[in-house]
């Protein structure tokens, strides 16, 4: 099992950016693919960024493809999500969550098997 805590979120001005932490212990997620996700108020969750195992492959949502990097260290067994020219509709509480080793990539949030506790992310406008 692996244990995941975000940080990084809090109240920034539309246009400006953001880089979300994440960081994993209980043992390493360097065969995990990984994700982030977010829910905004009355709203279902949905897949933002995700990243594979090996580094090789990543998928945007199309709201935050050209905005939104996903990158990974995984010799600090930590996830990122920078995040530029943020917009109101990017306000949401974010997760970042990991799959069982080796799984490959993916959009879906049933394929994930740990999950953080979530940062809030709100942009003003």
């Known amino acids: 099992q692996v244990q995941l805590v975000e940080s990084g979120g809090g109240l920034v001005q539309a246009g400006d950016s953001l880089r979300l932490s994440c960081a994993a212990s209980?043992?390493?997620?360097?065969?995990?693919?990984l994700g982030w996700f977010r829910q905004a108020p009355g709203k279902e969750r949905e897949f933002v960024a995700g990243?594979?195992?090996?580094?090789?492959?990543?998928y945007y949502a199309d709201s935050v493809k050209g905005r939104f990097t996903i990158s990974r260290d995984n010799t600090k067994n930590t996830v990122y999500l920078q995040m530029n020219s943020l917009k109101p509709e990017d306000t949401a509480v974010y997760y970042c969550?990991?799959?069982?080793?080796?799984?490959?990539?993916?959009?879906?949030?049933?394929?994930?098997?740990?999950w953080g506790q979530g940062t809030q992310v709100t942009v003003s406008s």
């Open positions: 969550a990991a799959t069982t080793p080796f799984r490959p990539l993916t959009r879906s949030a049933s394929d994930y098997a740990n």
């Open positions: 209980g043992r390493t997620f360097s065969r995990d693919s």
């Open positions: 990243i594979s195992w090996s580094g090789k492959t990543t």
